[in-house]
């Protein structure tokens, strides 16, 4: 069977991804375009990075679902098809926030909700099918770990929204990821 997306090609594009999130949010911070912005040209380009970084986001799920890293079980499939719904979600959300102006739709906590129980499971997932060795088996629960507990619960117990360093050392460990799955690709 012919690979519906290449694992390597997809741990580069979220690679790509991590550093696209990066620069954009360097770009947000810097010139004040945190949503819902002020309807500039510059905010609608800086969200478009995003947007890109998201969707290759959903591509290195894809590589990951094609590597089985997660096992042949019933459990990783569905965690991980969660985590891609949860990020699909989010994608939606940011269209028709372009569309609307309207930074509370609720597609925004749903894809954030799935993002993060469908990346716990996932990760936990990776780490009990010891498809990969070492480092490379912690790397999405690392990630989904990091979102749960510094960008998500702060947001929950005091409502206190990521800072640009939290969110770009979030960055770091969908970087990680995505090593984790080309390295394994280079294996396999």
Do not use: C, H
């Not at 002020?38 to 947007?51: E, K, P, R, S, V």
């Not at 990020?87 to 269209?95: F, H, K, R, T």
């Not at 309207?102 to 909700?113: A, C, E, K, Q, T």
């Amino acid at each position: 069977m012919n690979p519906i997306v290449n694992p390597r090609i997809s741990a580069v594009t979220g690679m790509v991804s991590s550093t696209l999130w990066l620069f954009g949010l360097f770009v947000e911070y810097r010139f004040g375009l945190l949503p819902p912005g002020n309807g500039t040209i510059l905010y609608y380009a800086d969200q478009a990075l995003f947007f890109f970084a998201l969707a290759g986001y959903v591509v290195l799920l894809l590589g990951l679902w094609q590597s089985k890293a997660m096992g042949d079980g019933i459990f990783g499939k569905i965690s991980l098809g969660v985590f891609i719904a949860g990020l699909v979600s989010l994608l939606v959300a940011q269209i028709v926030q372009w569309l609307t102006n309207n930074p509370d739709f609720f597609l925004f906590p749903v894809g954030g909700i799935f993002q993060l129980v469908g990346g716990l499971l996932t990760g936990i997932a990776v780490f009990t099918s010891k498809r990969w060795p070492g480092w490379q088996r912690f790397a999405p629960l690392l990630q989904s770990l990091y979102y749960l507990l510094v960008l998500f619960l702060p947001i929950v117990i005091s409502n206190q929204g990521p800072s640009e360093l939290s969110e770009a050392l979030w960055q770091v460990t969908w970087f990680i990821t995505s090593l984790a799955l080309f390295s394994q690709a280079s294996i396999q």
